[in-house]
C-alpha cells in the first residue's frame, strides 16, 4: 500500500532573513488558514525547431529555461500580528509593543512547508529563502475574526530534502512552531475624519498594500534559471470601506473632494482591531497630521444609492497614503 498524504497533514512557519537568500530557522507562525499556494517552480519549457527536420511540424527538441519561485496565502485567521511587518518593512519597538511603518526595503524570509503522511512521519520538507511579499490585503467586518492574505510572494530559491535530487539541502529539517494560544483579531471599530469631525462610521474594511514586486533574471554564475534578485517596484495601498452614513457629511466630503477651505490635504483613518486593552492592532492612515503638504486619504468612488435597508451603508473606495500599524501586545518581535 502506497503512503497516503492528507489534505490537513501540513505545517508552514517563516523567520525574517538577515541576509537576503540566505536561509534562516523558520520558527514564526504565519496564521491559520487551510489552504496555500507553496512556491515551487513553474518552469519554463522552450522549444527548438530545425528547418528541414524529420518532426512533422513538431518541435527538434526541448529546452529548460528559467524557474518563477511565487506563492500566496489566502485568508489566513490573524492570532499574531507579525505578519503585518512584512509588507511595511520597518518594525520600531515601542511601550508595550511596536510600530510598523514603510522602508525602502522590505524584509526577506525564509519559509518552510512540511508534508506529513498519517503515521505522523515527514515525508517532504522544502525551504524557499529570499522571499518578499508583494501584495498583502487585510479584511475586517463586524462580527468575524481579522484575515490576512499574502499574495505574489516571490522567492530566490528553493531547497528541500530529497538527497539525489537538484536543490537538495542536507540542512532542511522539520521545523518546531510555537502556536499562539490567544483568541483572534475582531474589528472594534473605524472612523473617517474631517477636520475633526467624524463623517461616517464604519461596519467593515478591506486595506490592500501592493509592492509590485518582480524577478529579475540578471547574468550570474550559479543557480542557473532562478532569480537573481526580487526589485520593488511602487506602493500602493487601496482601501474599500463599508460605512453607515451620518446624515449629510459624506456627501460633503465626496463633493469637495479632499479640498477645504482652499487647502486640498484630504482625511485621516483610523481602524482599530481589539483583543483586549493592552492588546490590539490599529491602523492609521497617514499617521501624522494632514495638510497641503502631506496629503491623507481621498475618496475616489462613493455613490450613495437609495436601499431598502434600515440604515443606508454604502462602499468607498478610497487612495491611502503613509499608513503606520501599531501593534500592542505581550509577543517579542
Known amino acids: 500500500m502506497s503512503t497516503v498524504v492528507t489534505g490537513e497533514a501540513w505545517e508552514v512557519s517563516y523567520g525574517i532573513e538577515d541576509t537576503p537568500g540566505t536561509a534562516v530557522a523558520a520558527s514564526k507562525f504565519l496564521g491559520l488558514f487551510d489552504k496555500a499556494t507553496l512556491p515551487d517552480p513553474e518552469i519554463e519549457m522552450n522549444p527548438f525547431y530545425g528547418a528541414g527536420g524529420h518532426m512533422n511540424r513538431g518541435y527538434f527538441r526541448m529546452q529548460r529555461g528559467k524557474w518563477q519561485l511565487q506563492g500566496s496565502f489566502p485568508d489566513m485567521i490573524l492570532l499574531s500580528a507579525h505578519p503585518l511587518y512584512l509588507c511595511m518593512g520597518k518594525s520600531s519597538a515601542i511601550s508595550g509593543g511596536y510600530n510598523f511603518d514603510e522602508s525602502c526595503d522590505?524584509?526577506?524570509?525564509?519559509?518552510?512547508?512540511?508534508?506529513?503522511?498519517?503515521?505522523?512521519?515527514?515525508?517532504?520538507?522544502?525551504?524557499?529563502?529570499g522571499g518578499k511579499v508583494g501584495r498583502v490585503t487585510l479584511n475586517c467586518e463586524e462580527g468575524e475574526p481579522a484575515k490576512?492574505?499574502?499574495?505574489?510572494?516571490?522567492?530566490?530559491?528553493?531547497?528541500?530534502?530529497?538527497?539525489?535530487?537538484?536543490?537538495?539541502?542536507?540542512?532542511?529539517?522539520?521545523?518546531t512552531i510555537s502556536y499562539?494560544?490567544?483568541?483572534?483579531?475582531?474589528?472594534?471599530?473605524?472612523?473617517?475624519?474631517?477636520?475633526?469631525?467624524?463623517?461616517?462610521r464604519v461596519r467593515g474594511f478591506t486595506f490592500e498594500c501592493n509592492n509590485n514586486v518582480e524577478g529579475r533574471y540578471y547574468w550570474a554564475s550559479g543557480n542557473e534559471f532562478v532569480p537573481s534578485s526580487i526589485i520593488q517596484g511602487r506602493r500602493e495601498y487601496s482601501l474599500t470601506v463599508k460605512v453607515d452614513i451620518d446624515d449629510n457629511k459624506l456627501f460633503q466630503e465626496i463633493i469637495q473632494a479632499g479640498e477645504y477651505s482652499d487647502e486640498f490635504k484630504g482625511f485621516p483613518i483610523i481602524f482599530k482591531m481589539e483583543r483586549d486593552t493592552d492588546d490590539y492592532v490599529e491602523i492609521q492612515i497617514p499617521y501624522d497630521t494632514v495638510s497641503a503638504s502631506n496629503h491623507g486619504c481621498f475618496i475616489k468612488k462613493g455613490k450613495l444609492d437609495i436601499v431598502p435597508d434600515p440604515l443606508?451603508?454604502?462602499?468607498?473606495?478610497i487612495i491611502a497614503r503613509k499608513p503606520r500599524i501599531v501593534v500592542k501586545t505581550n509577543e517579542v518581535y
Open 180 to 200: 499562539p494560544t490567544v483568541q483572534p483579531f475582531y474589528f472594534h471599530g473605524g472612523t473617517l475624519t474631517i477636520n475633526g469631525t467624524v463623517f461616517a
Open 312 to 317: 443606508v451603508t454604502q462602499e468607498l473606495e
Open 106 to 129: 522590505l524584509p526577506s524570509m525564509t519559509v518552510t512547508g512540511t508534508y506529513i503522511d498519517c503515521a505522523g512521519d515527514v515525508l517532504l520538507i522544502r525551504r524557499y529563502v
Open 148 to 175: 490576512l492574505s499574502l499574495d505574489d510572494v516571490t522567492f530566490l530559491d528553493i531547497q528541500h530534502n530529497l538527497s539525489g535530487y537538484p536543490k537538495y539541502n542536507a540542512g532542511v529539517a522539520r521545523e
